[in-house]
């Protein structure tokens, strides 16, 4: 292919311009890359101290919960005593004639 001058004073700008625009273009794509690296880093020691804070919590939050149980314990049996003498079968355990 031969390129008469009228076609090379076209063709060698566009060639500098493409290869500005593939340049920046380069440079856009390691810029993001860098940007969403960054962003990867800071998420990562945001959930590694969130992971301390949620452990602190839930040995808090054990803590109480044996407490509740070992309290609930002993006022679960104090309903059961209380509920026994109230919750009388109508008829088991009673003496019903028949023979009329």
Known sequence: MSLKGIELQI????TFEAGKAAEQHQQNVVQQQL??????????????????NTE???EIAKEEEFKRNKEGNNSDKEKKQK????AKHPYK??????SG
């Open 11 to 14: 063709a060698l700008p566009k």
């Open 35 to 52: 940007i969403a690296n960054e962003a990867l880093k800071e998420e990562v020691r945001k959930k590694q101290t969130t992971v301390s």
């Open 56 to 58: 602190e919590i839930s």
């Open 83 to 86: 509920k026994d003498p109230e």
């Open 93 to 98: 355990g009673n003496f019903i004639d028949y």
